[in-house]
């Protein structure tokens, strides 16, 4: 069982080791676009093509509480908006650059964005393009008054106006909004990812992180403002959704861990965010709240906390871990802390941090969702090697009674409908049991080893070879009827009778065959061949008896009892003889529905069973057959055995169908057994 352990264990980090290789390029090749198109952004962004207004000193105060470079706070327009309003020195600016045509907020969640300026007394307002890209622009008039005035109604606080051209706002823009798409494509289709593993697997955590990221990917929807670009419309549903992916996120890693049965007290605060969250959804339909904002921030930063402290705690209890989980979460929750901080303005604004959690979120979703297959992999890699050992026989390496009850009705089944004959043969180590005493078990099974690769040496590779349980073997021949498993019986008999083992020498064995019939039940055609099995080891062992009873309709018979070449010992009158007796027998079984007829020609039947008997005694004496005594044994044997069932008939006391079972065994059965044996006088059988 160790070393079962071992092996099923080298497997799986062999497989895990080819996973990891495998998925780390695709996701090395999606993290290149992503953070390609971030790094493209950044760099439009910050080396020089964009010039932020307030760090190159254009704010000039528009009161006297205002001083260069800052906002000016208040609280005139709504209670939790702060509204801003910032005093442009258009002069300086313009003559900085000349191509710096347009002024945008970089931000995506405002209230309100005004700007004016006067001329000569008099109020001039310049509208803002609010859905044309993420970000609010202003086209710059030609003339530019002295000063000009924006008025931004934002909870935001650490976001800044810039200037660039109008073709290079346009390219970022564009590149922004490709991103963006690209992120939440990869995102919805990790939601169907889900729904798709759900309907599967029948897993409700899969379903459970589908909703999390569809939350999400609300969230993101509408707090990047693609809801005002595409839809052309500006929904208050941005904490709605905020507050609903914590929770979806808190539910999902509560079942997915198994917190409760991970710590006693941990389980608690997920109860506590639980409810806060739920409490808190009603109240958070609505587009702007300082309050709300602030909310969002904490239970980012809560959230996170604690799915991270889960993680790390499993990873200190648990030997085994998901571990593309364990990475995405740990990108997800390190974004989730960089956008806060980036909220707060405590680092330096970048658009690095601006959109951390969208690409986090992509990845977290490709993560999970790869871990998921991963894991499916690695169950299905490890359900089929202990299959294997499950259907395998461990000591020769052979299939198992258990594969068999697994797989033989498709047998069955494809003889069936492709009226294929199909025939097996049980075969079983003579006198194995004094093998064992005399010599050990470990002889023993170096026995059977042995002789099992004997046999597959000697059957095809399309035949079947299964250790049927202790020394006996069962061998499935599909394609094959009863002269063809009767040859291989043979064959198989004296290929063992002849060859001498390495420890005890020379052993034989006994083979029980028997040909399938359709209709006939597989737990009835099993007997057949045991007791067929039974008769050899009966009569003497290391012989071949085919059992060619039948307990279907007799009338589907005759294709089966066909004269064929291997029926031949290439004896001239014996050939002869034996090709009539099949011919009448299936003439018999045609007068099945005839009484009168069926008796007269059962009769007339055995009066040429008897005479064939005489004629190929007297063909055998000729030749100084060693065996000939024993065969006038059994043919007085069989003929006595015909009287009687012509005395049954006569008496009613058994059916036709059993007469003709009786017939076959006695007419082919015997031609395939005892006749077999004198073959060799007038063939060399090898």
Same mark, same amino acid.
């Given at each position: 069982?160790?070393?079962?352990?071992?092996?099923?264990?080298?497997?799986?980090?062999?497989?895990?080791?080819?996973?990891?290789?495998?998925?780390?390029?695709?996701?090395?090749?999606?993290?290149?676009?992503?953070?390609?198109?971030?790094?493209?952004?950044?760099?439009?962004?910050?080396?020089?093509?964009?010039?932020?207004?307030?760090?190159?000193?254009?704010?000039?105060?528009?009161?006297?509480?205002?001083?260069?470079?800052?906002?000016?706070?208040?609280?005139?327009?709504?209670?939790?908006?702060?509204?801003?309003?910032?005093?442009?020195?258009?002069?300086?600016?313009?003559?900085?650059?000349?191509?710096?045509?347009?002024?945008?907020?970089?931000?995506?969640?405002?209230?309100?964005?005004?700007?004016?300026?006067?001329?000569?007394?008099?109020?001039?307002?310049?509208?803002?393009?609010?859905?044309?890209?993420?970000?609010?622009?202003?086209?710059?008039?030609?003339?530019?008054?002295?000063?000009?005035?924006?008025?931004?109604?934002?909870?935001?606080?650490?976001?800044?106006?810039?200037?660039?051209?109008?073709?290079?706002?346009?390219?970022?823009?564009?590149?922004?909004?490709?991103?963006?798409?690209?992120?939440?494509?990869?995102?919805?289709?990790?939601?169907?990812?889900?729904?798709?593993?759900?309907?599967?697997?029948?897993?409700?955590?899969?379903?459970?992180?589908?909703?999390?990221?569809?939350?999400?990917?609300?969230?993101?929807?509408?707090?990047?403002?693609?809801?005002?670009?595409?839809?052309?419309?500006?929904?208050?549903?941005?904490?709605?959704?905020?507050?609903?992916?914590?929770?979806?996120?808190?539910?999902?890693?509560?079942?997915?861990?198994?917190?409760?049965?991970?710590?006693?007290?941990?389980?608690?605060?997920?109860?506590?965010?639980?409810?806060?969250?739920?409490?808190?959804?009603?109240?958070?339909?609505?587009?702007?709240?300082?309050?709300?904002?602030?909310?969002?921030?904490?239970?980012?930063?809560?959230?996170?906390?604690?799915?991270?402290?889960?993680?790390?705690?499993?990873?200190?209890?648990?030997?085994?871990?998901?571990?593309?989980?364990?990475?995405?979460?740990?990108?997800?929750?390190?974004?989730?802390?960089?956008?806060?901080?980036?909220?707060?303005?405590?680092?330096?604004?970048?658009?690095?941090?601006?959109?951390?959690?969208?690409?986090?979120?992509?990845?977290?979703?490709?993560?999970?969702?790869?871990?998921?297959?991963?894991?499916?992999?690695?169950?299905?890699?490890?359900?089929?090697?202990?299959?294997?050992?499950?259907?395998?026989?461990?000591?020769?390496?052979?299939?198992?009674?258990?594969?068999?009850?697994?797989?033989?009705?498709?047998?069955?089944?494809?003889?069936?409908?492709?009226?294929?004959?199909?025939?097996?043969?049980?075969?079983?180590?003579?006198?194995?049991?004094?093998?064992?005493?005399?010599?050990?078990?470990?002889?023993?099974?170096?026995?059977?080893?042995?002789?099992?690769?004997?046999?597959?040496?000697?059957?095809?590779?399309?035949?079947?070879?299964?250790?049927?349980?202790?020394?006996?073997?069962?061998?499935?021949?599909?394609?094959?009827?009863?002269?063809?498993?009767?040859?291989?019986?043979?064959?198989?008999?004296?290929?063992?009778?002849?060859?001498?083992?390495?420890?005890?020498?020379?052993?034989?064995?006994?083979?029980?065959?028997?040909?399938?019939?359709? @209709?006939?039940?597989?737990?009835? @055609?099993?007997?057949?061949?045991?007791?067929?099995?039974?008769?050899?080891?009966?009569?003497?062992?290391?012989?071949?008896?085919?059992?060619?009873?039948?307990?279907?309709?007799?009338?589907?018979?005759?294709?089966?009892?066909?004269?064929?070449?291997?029926?031949?010992?290439?004896?001239?009158?014996?050939?002869?003889?034996?090709?009539?007796?099949?011919?009448?027998?299936?003439?018999?079984?045609?007068?099945?529905?005839?009484?009168?007829? @069926?008796?007269?020609?059962?009769?007339?039947?055995?009066?040429?069973?008897?005479?064939?008997?005489?004629?190929?005694?007297?063909?055998?004496?000729?030749?100084?057959?060693?065996?000939?005594?024993?065969?006038?044994?059994?043919?007085?044997?069989?003929?006595?055995?015909?009287?009687?069932?012509?005395?049954?008939?006569?008496?009613?006391?058994?059916?036709?169908?059993?007469?003709?079972?009786?017939?076959?065994?006695?007419?082919?059965?015997?031609?395939?057994?005892?006749?077999?044996? @004198?073959?060799?006088?007038?063939?060399?059988?090898?």
């Amino acid at each position: 069982m160790v070393r079962e352990r071992m092996e099923v264990n080298k497997k799986i980090f062999s497989d895990k080791v080819t996973a990891f290789i495998s998925i780390s390029v695709v996701l090395l090749a999606m993290l290149a676009i992503v953070f390609g198109q971030v790094f493209v952004l950044n760099r439009n962004e910050s080396q020089g093509d964009f010039i932020s207004l307030k760090d190159k000193g254009h704010y000039i105060a528009a009161e006297e509480s205002i001083t260069t470079g800052d906002w000016k706070s208040s609280r005139e327009s709504l209670p939790d908006v702060l509204s801003y309003t910032v005093k442009f020195d258009s002069q300086n600016f313009i003559n900085s650059s000349n191509d710096n045509k347009v002024i945008f907020y970089d931000h995506q969640n405002y209230q309100k964005l005004n700007a004016f300026y006067f001329q000569q007394g008099k109020k001039m307002n310049l509208n803002f393009v609010e859905d044309s890209f993420i970000y609010p622009y202003l086209i710059l008039p030609e003339e530019i008054p002295e000063n000009l005035y924006i008025t931004v109604e934002s909870i935001v606080k650490n976001h800044d106006f810039k200037s660039t051209s109008l073709s290079e706002f346009t390219t970022f823009s564009n590149r922004l909004f490709s991103f963006l798409l690209f992120s939440l494509g990869i995102i919805f289709a990790m939601i169907l990812s889900s729904i798709t593993l759900t309907l599967l697997m029948g897993e409700k955590h899969f379903l459970l992180h589908g909703a999390f990221l569809f939350a999400a990917f609300m969230q993101q929807l509408t707090g990047t403002g693609l809801c005002r670009i595409i839809l052309k419309v500006n929904p208050s549903t941005y904490y709605l959704w905020s507050f609903l992916s914590f929770f979806l996120m808190i539910i999902f890693t509560y079942r997915y861990l198994k917190v409760k049965e991970t710590s006693r007290y941990l389980k608690y605060f997920y109860y506590a965010h639980i409810i806060l969250l739920l409490g808190l959804m009603p109240f958070s339909i609505t587009e702007f709240s300082e309050m709300l904002y602030l909310l969002t921030l904490v239970f980012a930063i809560t959230v996170t906390l604690l799915i991270i402290s889960t993680i790390v705690l499993k990873l200190f209890k648990e030997d085994t871990f998901p571990i593309y989980f364990f990475v995405g979460a740990l990108m997800l929750g390190l974004s989730i802390i960089v956008l806060v901080l980036n909220q707060l303005d405590i680092i330096g604004y970048s658009i690095l941090f601006e959109y951390s959690f969208t690409y986090a979120l992509a990845l977290e979703g490709m993560f999970f969702t790869l871990g998921i297959f991963d894991e499916v992999h690695q169950l299905r890699r490890i359900n089929e090697h202990y299959f294997k050992l499950a259907i395998k026989d461990q000591l020769t390496g052979l299939y198992n009674r258990y594969f068999l009850d697994v797989n033989i009705d498709k047998y069955f089944s494809r003889a069936k409908r492709y009226n294929e004959p199909l025939a097996m043969l049980l075969v079983d180590i003579d006198h194995f049991k004094y093998v064992n005493d005399d010599y050990g078990h470990d002889t023993g099974d170096a026995v059977l080893k042995e002789i099992s690769q004997l046999i597959g040496e000697n059957i095809r590779t399309s035949d079947l070879l299964i250790r049927w349980g202790g020394e006996e073997f069962l061998i499935i021949l599909p394609r094959t009827g009863i002269d063809g498993s009767s040859y291989l019986a043979e064959k198989l008999r004296r290929t063992v009778e002849n060859y001498s083992f390495e420890t005890v020498g020379h052993l034989t064995i006994s083979i029980g065959g028997g040909k399938w019939f359709q @209709f006939e039940k597989s737990d009835e @055609f099993f007997k057949k061949i045991d007791d067929a099995l039974y008769k050899a080891k009966e009569s003497g062992r290391n012989k071949f008896v085919m059992n060619l009873s039948y307990y279907g309709s007799m009338k589907t018979l005759e294709n089966d009892l066909a004269w064929s070449d291997q029926y031949k010992c290439y004896q001239e009158i014996i050939d002869r003889q034996h090709k009539q007796l099949i011919d009448d027998l299936n003439g018999l079984i045609e007068k099945i529905d005839y009484s009168k007829n @069926f008796e007269n020609a059962f009769n007339k039947l055995i009066d040429q069973i008897i005479e064939h008997f005489q004629s190929e005694e007297e063909i055998l004496y000729s030749k100084d057959y060693d065996g000939l005594i024993d065969h006038k044994e059994e043919h007085q044997r069989l003929v006595k055995e015909l009287q009687d069932s012509k005395s049954a008939l006569l008496e009613e006391s058994t059916s036709k169908e059993q007469i003709i079972q009786h017939l076959i065994d006695v007419i082919i059965g015997h031609m395939l057994t005892y006749d077999y044996d @004198f073959y060799y006088l007038f063939k060399n059988i090898s």
